[in-house]
């Protein structure tokens, strides 16, 4: 099985299954599409994920239909967002600025970079504070509650933008954040990343075990040895790693617990992060992971020609909504698979 076989239908799948007909909307929020109330909600970060994911089908195939997919979504989705990435919730704001940093390295728009550094001084300069010993907030109406899926993600943008322009702040930042992370989120015997602390204003630690808290922490340990080439960074990645797919991994493929939409996209960023590392280590635990659990999304999820993306990528039931959530996670997995297969050719 080559997964570079299916990439295409599976990009191709979130066209035919979920394109909207109308502009303000570019994307419905579920198939099939029963009530224009399902596309009330405005999914502003799941965007930001169809856009790295036609990024990653640009790097695979240079085909320039990717390219300006990517270009497309992201208009969209600053425009829908008053022609700004500057929102309530501050990682959404970092996801896309993370895409927009990657348009900006395929496309050369200068506005994709800019972005990316104004969501990060924006973030500077508004989202720290001293609660819970440091880190940055999760929105701007909750500034005392701080979170991997804020603090993770902004360790990876700042450490891009200095791999770009090495601004001092942008590394001493990241140095505080992953200090104060590790201190006050990161098991230190496991590596293992819980999810955030004083959700309820009681400095409780909330030990939620998502997928995606471990691909930002991989993640930003990687960017960390990119910047310094300090192997101790790659030891605790590979350390979480493993802790991650023993505790998450266990059936073969990840799985993410609970309700809701955001969820589909959680494993799809791990499994992004997983491969970065494994380019970096080259440790076969990552890639025979990678491999067979995303074999397991081929041989369930399609339906002939056309990807049904189950969230934990059992065989599609005949009339069961799919979110688009759901769908991106599973193309960004297929892309993730397919980096790693081009890479070890």
Not at 69 to 89: D, F, P, Q, T
Request: aromatic share 14%; proline share 3%.
């Amino acid at each position: 099985m080559k997964f570079v076989d299916y990439a295409d239908r599976g990009q191709t799948s979130l066209d035919t299954l979920f394109h909207s007909d109308d502009p303000r909307q570019f994307m419905n929020n579920i198939y099939p599409l029963e009530s224009e109330e399902q596309n009330r909600v405005f999914n502003y970060w799941w965007i930001a994920h169809l856009v790295d994911t036609r990024v990653d089908g640009y790097l695979r195939t240079q085909s320039h239909a990717y390219r300006d997919g990517a270009v497309a979504a992201y208009h969209y989705n600053k425009k829908r967002n008053y022609n700004s990435l500057i929102h309530e919730y501050y990682d959404d704001m970092l996801w896309n600025a993370l895409a927009g940093l990657r348009l900006y390295e395929v496309t050369g728009l200068t506005a994709c970079l800019d972005d990316a550094k104004a969501v990060c001084a924006d973030l500077f300069d508004t989202a720290f504070n001293l609660t819970a010993g440091g880190g940055y907030a999760w929105k701007r109406s909750q500034i005392n509650y701080k979170n991997t899926p804020v603090n993770g993600p902004l360790m990876i943008l700042a450490l891009r933008l200095y791999q770009l322009d090495p601004k001092p702040e942008y590394l001493k930042n990241s140095l505080d954040i992953l200090h104060w992370l590790y201190f006050t989120l990161v098991d230190p015997e496991t590596e293992f990343v819980n999810d955030g602390i004083n959700s309820r204003n009681t400095m409780a630690v909330d030990p939620w075990a998502f997928t995606y808290n471990q691909g930002t922490y991989i993640g930003a340990l990687v960017e960390f040895y990119n910047v310094t080439k300090d192997q101790r960074y790659l030891d605790h990645a590979l350390k979480c790693a493993h802790t991650a797919i023993d505790r998450l991994g266990a059936t073969g493929i990840l799985l993410d617990d609970g309700d809701g939409g955001d969820i589909g996209l959680f494993k799809g960023i791990l499994y992004r992060y997983l491969v970065l590392l494994y380019k970096a280590t080259h440790e076969t635990f990552i890639s025979d992971f990678i491999t067979k659990a995303v074999k397991v999304l081929v041989e369930n999820d399609f339906e002939g020609e056309t990807l049904m993306a189950d969230r934990n990528w059992q065989p599609y039931q005949p009339g069961k909504a799919i979110p688009l959530s759901d769908e991106i996670g599973a193309v960004m997995s297929l892309e993730a698979a397919t980096a790693l297969e081009r890479y070890n050719q």
